[in-house]
């Protein structure tokens, strides 16, 4: 971790979204949030853009539309065109099922390779965690300490107003 | 009778888990050795799986003259099994996609199994073809790719490759659907897990996955544009197996009718199969309160919704043979319903149409027994269905002459057991090393109609709170 964090440690949803909605409005610099399911309305807490991943899938679905039908029409009528029963070389109907696989395949194996490079999930990577209980029942949020000014007892403060665990400073976290 | 009456809408999950708790009641099968019931099952299913791995070697030595195939019926028992199999694992696709587009949350509890469900009932689908094509050693050559002989290509305009592309799609898109779905719950694991090897293939195997909202973010966003791509591909690739038959010319397959028909077939089949797996593992494996009642009435009414579309698809078959006028139409329907395959033709009626009309019945779709016997008749007739359509559409074909009967011999029989003994192998497998349920998913919906923890609005949540409302 490059910025020292300072962690909060939560029991359930609505504590932690609420939490985070304080701390962003506070003017405090979330870090990361982590909760052990997918908690609808923190992105926007924490003030996340939507994802981009969206246009990811739209290209490889794209090129795997352009690969289904430059594919079909240079084989079917450049490379060897095969009489098939008097129909013409270039029949797009035929194709169309092709296509659409193509299509399926490219941008949902596309989107999910991109996922995999932009959060860095990689099989065997060395997991780090803010909390043992993360990946259980425990929420946590955390903030960056940027400079001197960061004062962890008016975090605290805040955070206890939403039922607050523990907080911790990443060191214990470590050991 | 009293009745209680709540603002809120009735709990997904019963018995008032805390998220602990949903943890522990998963990973403990997982945790737990096998019990005798599952070595039970297990030496059962494998038993069966090596006949079929017999019969399959077998057929591959000798050629599939060894099948009760003849000049006239081509094509039958083989391609009856691999339509049936492709249609059982449509319902998974239909639970992890469609319904979470449609946001039903009730698919938490069920999604999981019924995607593994899915990804088993490709394999065992896909096996017919490749035995079917006689020299399964050269398969590859059905996939176009620069070679050298010519090159020479594939026919683009035909249907059966039609059929290897959109197979090999869904295979692959279902099979990463899952385990994207899998990555958060094996980290789940990771973290619980006490034995060393334990530890070391969940770490491997979760990605580095920590719960982090910035990539729960991106992968939700992903979950969704799979889901989206996968829609229409599920209803592609029931369609395109329905035109292997419907482009041809033979009265009884040459029918427009033949891809929803052939989809909506495939979803009640598919249903039936989750529901016979889903009465079996909530009881064994303890889930009651995971998939409750309510899943099995909801999953009920998917399978009286579609097995309507396949009772008026029935009908308007009969219908369009009557009023084309045409008279190899006519004598193909008349021939399917009066002629030697009669049996098999009320069979499919009586097993798909009449009987699930008693789902109608609130009472009957609670009641654990009904509804488990219901979903074996729906498996048999809709392996009829199939059986139905290939068979009797050519077993009297234009020239009475050449009119054959079919009878399946008993390597074709035992290549049918094999697949399920592979299908039930796989599955038992399946329960005992992998999360049955998506952890992480049925925490997602535990606070749906129990927002006990709700505070009252601090700070700006009335927007947060106006969002709960919605859910």
């Known amino acids: ?175 | 009778m009293s009745m209680r009456y709540s603002i809120l809408r009735k709990p997904i999950i019963e018995g008032d888990k805390s998220l602990g708790q949903i943890t522990d009641d998963v990973a403990r099968t997982l945790e737990t050795g096998p019990t005798r019931l599952w070595w039970f099952a297990f030496m059962i299913s494998f038993s069966v799986l090596v006949v079929g791995i017999a019969a399959v070697s077998y057929q591959i030595k000798v050629g599939i003259g060894t099948w009760g195939l003849n000049k006239t019926v081509g094509w039958a028992f083989d391609i009856t099994n691999f339509v049936f199999w492709v249609g059982i694992g449509h319902a998974g696709t239909l639970i992890s996609a469609i319904l979470f587009l449609f946001r039903q949350r009730w698919r938490t509890s069920i999604n999981r199994s019924a995607e593994a469900m899915t990804v088993f009932a490709v394999i065992c689908a896909g096996i017919f073809p490749l035995i079917h094509m006689g020299r399964p050693w050269l398969f590859f050559w059905i996939a176009p790719y620069p070679n050298f002989r010519g090159p020479l290509w594939v026919n683009f305009r035909s249907p059966l490759l039609w059929d290897f592309f959109a197979i090999s799609t869904y295979f692959t898109i279902s099979l990463v659907f899952w385990y994207i779905g899998l990555i958060p719950d094996l980290a789940t694991l990771r973290d619980r897990a006490k034995s060393k090897i334990k530890k070391a293939v969940y770490r491997i195997t979760s990605f580095g996955w920590n719960g982090s909202v910035r990539t729960w973010h991106r992968y939700e966003t992903v979950y969704i544009l799979l889901a989206a791509l996968a829609t229409p591909l599920v209803l592609s690739v029931h369609s395109i197996v329905s035109m292997d038959f419907a482009t041809s010319v033979i009265p009884g397959w040459h029918t427009t009718i033949f891809p929803p028909y052939f989809v909506a077939g495939a979803i009640f089949s598919g249903f039936a199969m989750v529901l016979t797996l889903m009465i079996i593992a909530r009881k064994v494996l303890n889930y009651q309160e995971y998939i409750t009642l309510d899943h099995i009435e909801k999953m009920c009414k998917v399978i009286l919704t579609t097995g309507g579309i396949v009772g008026l698809a029935y009908a308007t078959e009969m219908f369009m043979a009557w009023y084309s006028v045409n008279e190899y139409e006519r004598f193909a329907f008349i021939n399917r319903a009066l002629g030697p395959f009669a049996w098999a033709y009320w069979t499919m009626v009586s097993c798909n149409v009449i009987i699930p009309q008693l789902l109608w019945i609130k009472k009957l779709r609670r009641s654990i027994v009904v509804v488990f016997l219901m979903s074996i008749v729906i498996n048999i007739g809709m392996w009829f269905e199939r059986f139905v359509i290939i068979v009797t559409s050519i077993h009297r074909d234009f020239l009475p002459s050449s009119w054959a009967l079919y009878k399946p011999t008993l390597i074709e029989i035992a290549t049918l057991l094999g697949s399920f003994g592979l299908f039930f192998t796989a599955f038992l497998l399946f329960a005992r090393f992998i999360p049955f349920i998506a952890i992480g998913e049925v925490k997602g919906v535990l606070s749906y109609g129990r927002r006990k923890n709700h505070k009252p609005a601090t700070i700006q949540n009335s927007e947060q709170e106006l969002e709960a409302v919605e859910i």
């Open chain 1, 1 to 175: 971790m490059d910025a020292q964090l300072y962690l909060g440690v939560f029991g359930n949803e609505d504590d932690i979204v609420n939490a985070t909605l304080a701390t962003n409005s506070a003017g405090y610099t979330i870090h990361d949030v982590y909760t052990p399911y997918a908690v609808h309305g923190l992105e926007k807490a924490m003030g996340l853009k939507s994802s981009r991943l969206t246009w990811a899938c739209l290209a490889f679905a794209a090129a795997g539309l352009l690969l289904g039908v430059f594919a079909q029409f240079w084989i079917g009528s450049i490379d060897w065109p095969l009489n098939v029963g008097g129909k013409p070389f270039n029949s797009l109907p035929a194709y169309l099922p092709v296509i659409f696989e193509l299509t399926v395949l490219v941008g949902g194996l596309g989107v999910v390779f991109s996922m995999l490079v932009r959060t860095e999930l990689y099989p065997g990577k060395s997991v780090w965690l803010p909390d043992s209980g993360v990946t259980n029942d425990r929420f946590v949020i955390a903030v960056e300490q940027r400079d001197a000014a960061f004062d962890p007892d008016a975090v605290q403060r805040l955070w206890q107003q939403f039922n607050l665990i523990e907080a911790k400073s990443p060191a214990e976290v470590a050991g």
